[in-house]
């Protein structure tokens, strides 16, 4: 991505598409700082809804200003997006309103392809590399609880210098309080993330089982392991340097997080909502297709839980 050429201000607009859990705890982190002017992107009946109901976040009620993309509006210095994947091209246009020159877009979506759907569309210069890890965030209606903020990674494609706009979203991260990382190879690091939702995610929707079943049960990890065993193999297939290692440095995470914490696919699961497993296990089986390695622990997981999805819809 090109090095900016001109100073960049403080980071003081934020703009947040995705009010579920991930959006919700996000938005209430910035908010508490005070130093940011913190909304929500959203139309129809849940822009109705987020208006007057607003979040409660940790027990503390959340109102912030909510655009809607018929209104008139000053851009954001950051947006982050926060959706599920099957809702991000129909959302994107609701952006629009909020994109100006020195605005940056960050993507905290699993899978490994929102930054490039969104780049197509607001250009890929505007996005730097981000994911989100050891969040517990989970969503009841309005209500959203974390006990763990986990950590935001982010930066360039590459890191060996810090680029100015990856420095003004430290300093943002910082002020607001939200731990933060930036590592050289942000291409890895996506990977990685990507591992960890394979396994974690599906697993966990599969067995319906919170964090604490991972915790303590040596066969609900032994799935996950094979899970993100299959993907290691395609990373190194793909010159991506992942290894065993990354999957013990998960699970060193995996031991912080509440016990009674859902992953995302488990909360849909349960909630009768469509799930992200074509994002997770329909990729990795796709990939292998394409590059003629077998992913047969993936494929079966992706049946099962699709098999779920319409019992619980």
Known sequence: M??????????????ILGAGAMGGAYAAMFDTAEAFDTLFVARGPRAKRLAQAGLIVNGRTLHLQVVQPDHAAAPADLIIVALKDHHLKDALDDLKPLVGEQTTIISIMNGLESEAVIGEVYGAEKLLL??????????????????????????????????????????????????????????RTLWWKFMINVGM???SALMQAPYGVFQTSEDARALMRALMQEVITLAQASDVNLAEADIEDWCAILQTLSPDGKTSM??????????????????????????????????????AIRVLERRKS
């Open 2 to 15: 090109p090095k900016e050429t001109h100073p960049i201000s403080p980071i003081k607009k934020i703009a």
């Open 130 to 187: 981000s994911i989100a890890v050891g969040i517990d965030a989970l969503r009841d209606g309005n209500r959203i609880s974390y006990s763990n903020p986990g950590k935001i990674l982010f930066g360039e494609t590459r890191n060996r210098e810090i680029s100015p706009r990856v420095r003004q979203l430290q300093e943002a991260f910082t002020l607001a309080g939200i731990p933060h990382e930036t590592p050289e190879d942000m291409r």
């Open 201 to 203: 995610n599906q697993a």
């Open 266 to 303: 488990l909360q849909d699961i349960e909630a009768g909502r469509q799930t992200e497993v074509d994002v997770f296990g329909g990729k990795v089986v796709a990939l292998g297709k394409a590059l003629g390695i077998t992913t047969p622990v993936n494929a079966a997981l992706r049946h």
